[in-house]
């Protein structure tokens, strides 16, 4: 199976995304590198064999561990809404699957990206190997806690929601930088926010669209 007909469902309902959600997002279209992004990196690929053939679906999909992968959309908005460059340097937290951990790698010079259940973290890193991700690292760690070795990061994506901005990934944000974050509670509502930090280092926090993503869990 190609899934060429699948991958095209996908940008279109992407866009059919982007368009019922503009009023909110504040944007008519997302960047084409993320889009050409979107459209390049195997999805199918990402999520477990058992569930191959559902990999397009306009939704998030479950990859063990109660874990899930993001709806394309919401991959894409999030990408987009961090405004890389090819310089830039991104830290994600809930490496997951490694699937917005390859998207982002074909948008930035480095990506890092942290997952605290351990089985994940291996199996991620060995998929973004063996497709050729060779500008991805992962760890297995607690992301509340950042990769401070790597700091500071020119965008900060965080694919799992916090009850609120963790203060030590705000610390790790450059200025100039960018952070997407779901904040909320379990199974509650939550919000996507974007941080922004302005070159003087002050920050700006908007709130962007209600989300509903699995718990960021303090601790290994
Ligand atoms: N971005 C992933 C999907 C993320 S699902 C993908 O593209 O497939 C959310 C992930 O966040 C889960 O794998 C979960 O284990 C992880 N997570 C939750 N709390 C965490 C924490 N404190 N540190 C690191 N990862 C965490």
């Known amino acids: 199976m190609t899934f060429e007909r699948e991958r095209e469902q996908m940008i279109t ?8 959600t503009r009023a909110m997002t504040g944007r008519n279209h ?11 990196v195997p999805r199918e690929d990402f999520v477990p064999a058992d569930i191959r053939a559902s990999a397009f679906r306009d939704g998030a999909l479950p990859v063990g561990h ?12 999030m990408t987009d809404l961090l405004e890389l460059t090819d310089a830039g340097i991104v830290l994600e937290i809930g490496t997951g699957t490694g699937y917005q ?29 063996e497709l ?7 760890r297995c760690s607690d992301g ?11 965008g900060i994506i965080v694919t799992a929601a916090a009850p609120e901005v963790p203060p030590a ?10 952070m997407v974050i779901p904040i909320g509670l379990p199974y509650s509502h939550q919000e996507l926010m ?14 962007i669209l209600g989300v509903a993503f699995v718990p960021m869990v303090e601790g290994t």
């Open 13 to 20: 309902d992407i866009e059919s995304g982007v368009a019922f």
């Open 30 to 40: 997302l960047d084409p590198r993320v889009m050409e992004a979107m459209r390049r």
């Open 66 to 77: 109660g874990q899930t992968i993001s709806q394309p959309y919401i991959v894409a908005l």
């Open 101 to 129: 951990a390859a998207i982002l790698s074909q948008l930035a010079r480095q990506v890092y990206s942290i997952e605290r259940i351990p089985e994940l973290a291996q199996t991620a890193q060995q998929r973004l190997s």
């Open 132 to 138: 050729g991700y060779g500008n991805v690292e992962t």
């Open 144 to 154: 509340y806690l950042g990769w401070p070795e790597k700091a500071p990061f020119d």
């Open 169 to 178: 990934l705000l610390a790790q944000l450059k200025a100039g930088g960018r």
């Open 194 to 207: 974007l941080v922004t930090r302005g070159p003087q280092g002050k920050t700006d926090t908007r709130k």
